[in-house]
C-alpha cells in the first residue's frame, strides 16, 4: 500500500516522509493514480507514524489518499461529507485515539454523528 | 506569449502541440450552450489558426480546407494574422518573465506614459505597501549616462526600478502597462510570484476593481493563499478552476471558494487533489 499526501504541506505528510526517509521506505508516492480509498488521521501525530509503517508492512500496489482534518477525534466525522463528495469509489478509514472511552461508547458516538450527518456505518 | 516559452535562441509556436510531435492542438469551450473553439493545425513550419467563427481566408492543409484566421509558425516568432475580429481585441498578458520586456516598453513610450500622471499614483501606491516612500518615476541618465527608469523618493533620491524587489517592480510595471493599455482581458500568469501578503491584498483589490469595471482577469497560480484572496475578495463574480494537462489533454474544474475551503478543512489541499477532482 502506498500513501498520497492529499496536503503534502501538512505535518502527518512531513511525517510520513521523515520517517520514510529514516527507514529507506518508500511510502508516499507523488503520482496522480486513482485512489481506492482515503485514510483519516483524526489525531495526528503519532498516528501518521503508524500509517506510515502499516503501509510498509502492507506492501502492495493500491494507493490510499490520507488526510488530517482541521478538527480532531471525533470531530472529524462532520467532514466525511466533504470526502464522500469528491471519493468516487473506495473505503474511508479513520484513524482515531481510543484514550480512556470503551471502544462501544466510541463506535455509537460515531454512530450517532455519521447519522446526524445522513451516513450510516 | 512566444517570449515565455523561447528557449536560447530556439523560438517560434511548436510548444502548443503535445510533445512538439502532434498536428493539431484544439481548446474547446460551451458559453451559454454554444460550442467555441480555437484550433491550430499545423503543416510545417506553418500553423495555421482557425475559430469556431470561420472568419479568415481558406487554405488547403494537406487535402483538408480550411478557413484560417491567422499564421503561426514552428520556428520563428513573426504572426501574420488576416483580421483581429475573431479574436479578443486588446488582451494583456503579463508574466514575471515579461517585466523585463515591460521595462522597453515603458521606455519607448515614456512620452506619453509620463504625462497621463500614472507614474505618481502607481508610485505613491507602491509606498504604501513597502518601508521606502517614493513619490514618482523618472527615466534619467545612470552611470555612464545610459537611461534608467527610477522610483524617486521622498528625500529626493533616486533608485533605479531593477534594484527594487521584484515584487514592486511586477506591481509597478503591471499597473502602469495596465492604464496605458486598458485591455478587455487581463490575463497574468503565476500572479502570486515575488508578491509579499501585503502586495497580494493590494492586487486583489484591483483586480477586484477591474472586474467591476466589465474587465475579465484572468489569473494562474499555484498559491492556495492567493487564490483564496483574490476569490475572497472578489466575491461571487470570482471563479476558482483548478486546471492540469496530462499527456497533451488539459482538463479544468470549476470550483467554489466554499469548496475549497471545505477540502481544505477536510484536509484535502485542492492543488494536489487531481485523482479525486478531475
Known amino acids: ?121 | 506569449m512566444h517570449l515565455m516559452h523561447e528557449t536560447l535562441n530556439s523560438e517560434g509556436y511548436a510548444f502548443l502541440f503535445n510533445r512538439y510531435a502532434s498536428k493539431e492542438a484544439r481548446v474547446e469551450c460551451k458559453v451559454d450552450g454554444e460550442e467555441y473553439f480555437l484550433q491550430f493545425i499545423r503543416d510545417d513550419p506553418h500553423i495555421y489558426v482557425s475559430t469556431s467563427k470561420g472568419i479568415g481566408w481558406q487554405t488547403k492543409v494537406g487535402n483538408k480546407e480550411i478557413v484560417c484566421v491567422g499564421e503561426l509558425y514552428t520556428e520563428k516568432k513573426h504572426i501574420p494574422f488576416s483580421t483581429q475580429k475573431a479574436l479578443i481585441n486588446n488582451t494583456f498578458l503579463l508574466s514575471s518573465s515579461l517585466i523585463r520586456l515591460g521595462y522597453n516598453y515603458l521606455n519607448n513610450n515614456w512620452a506619453l506614459i509620463v504625462n497621463l500622471g500614472v507614474c505618481k499614483r502607481v508610485a505613491e501606491e507602491v509606498s504604501a505597501l513597502s518601508n521606502e516612500k517614493y513619490t514618482d518615476l523618472t527615466i534619467e541618465p545612470f552611470l555612464g549616462g545610459r537611461l534608467s527608469i527610477n522610483a524617486y523618493t521622498r528625500d529626493g533620491y533616486r533608485i533605479r526600478l531593477g534594484d527594487l524587489g521584484e515584487g514592486v517592480q511586477n506591481y509597478i510595471v503591471a499597473r502602469v502597462l495596465y492604464e496605458i493599455a486598458e485591455p478587455e482581458v487581463f490575463l497574468w500568469d503565476d500572479v502570486e510570484a515575488h508578491f509579499n501578503p501585503k502586495m497580494l491584498l493590494s492586487i486583489s483589490e484591483w483586480f477586484s476593481n477591474v472586474v467591476d469595471k466589465g474587465k475579465q482577469v484572468i489569473l494562474t497560480t499555484h498559491s492556495l493563499e492567493a487564490a483564496r484572496m483574490i476569490a475572497g475578495i472578489g466575491g461571487e463574480k470570482a471563479k476558482i478552476y483548478l486546471t492540469s494537462l496530462n499527456n497533451g489533454v488539459f482538463k479544468a474544474k470549476e470550483l467554489t471558494l466554499k469548496e475549497v475551503e471545505d477540502l481544505l478543512k477536510a484536509g484535502i489541499d485542492v492543488r494536489v487533489a487531481e485523482p479525486l477532482l478531475l
Do not use: C, W
Not at chain 1, 480509498?37 to 502499516?54: E, F
Open chain 1, 1 to 121: 500500500m502506498k500513501l498520497y499526501p492529499l496536503s503534502p504541506t501538512s505535518k502527518p505528510a512531513v511525517n510520513i516522509e521523515r520517517i520514510s526517509r529514516k527507514f529507506r521506505l518508500k511510502i508516499l508516492t507523488p503520482e496522480h493514480t486513482p485512489l481506492a480509498g482515503i485514510i483519516v488521521l483524526a489525531d495526528g501525530t503519532p498516528d501518521d507514524y503508524v500509517v506510515a509503517l502499516l503501509s510498509y508492512r502492507l506492501n502492495g500496489e493500491k494507493v490510499l489518499g490520507v488526510v488530517k482534518p482541521e478538527e480532531k477525534r471525533l470531530g472529524v466525522f462532520n467532514i466525511i461529507p466533504t470526502i464522500l463528495n469528491v471519493l468516487r469509489e473506495g473505503k474511508i478509514a479513520v484513524l482515531i485515539d481510543q484514550e480512556n472511552e470503551d471502544l462501544n461508547t466510541i463506535f455509537s458516538e460515531v454512530s450517532r454523528r455519521l447519522s446526524g450527518i445522513g451516513t450510516i456505518i
